[in-house]
């Protein structure tokens, strides 16, 4: 059975980990010269669905689709409605990507 998600731990691990993301990469990644915009994707449904075959639920994602995505969360008003599941997978495809650009180089691992 999965533990307990703290909602303001998962919070101060983000905030942890940003400053280290900034630290490493500075206050701005310039992503129009790294070439990540495109990336493998699994809906969510079929990323939980572990006694599927996730194959027919692999699609695209784009990274610059997902900046876009979170800048115009953060113009919304106050009052529009948040749509987590949409919000959350343009956040975490960004979050993946960070992680992607820390990966050690292959000639690293050798």
Known sequence: ???TLRVEELRQV??????AVQER?????DLSI????????????????????PASGI???????DVAELRALLR???EDELLLWHDLQHLAG????LAYLDLP?????E
Not at 94 to 97: A, K, N, P
Not at 105 to 109: H, I
Request: include cysteine; charge should be negative; charged fraction near 30%.
């Open 59 to 65: 699609d695209v994602g784009q990274s610059s689709d």
């Open 14 to 19: 983000c905030v942890l980990l940003l400053d």
């Open 105 to 109: 180089a292959a000639e690293d691992q």
């Open 34 to 53: 790294l070439d990540v915009d495109h990336y493998w994707n699994v809906d969510l449904r079929s990323a939980f669905s572990i006694q599927e075959d």
């Open 25 to 29: 990469f500075g206050s701005e990644i």
């Open 76 to 78: 919304r008003r106050p």
């Open 94 to 97: 960004m979050l993946r990507l």
């Open 1 to 3: 059975m999965a533990e």
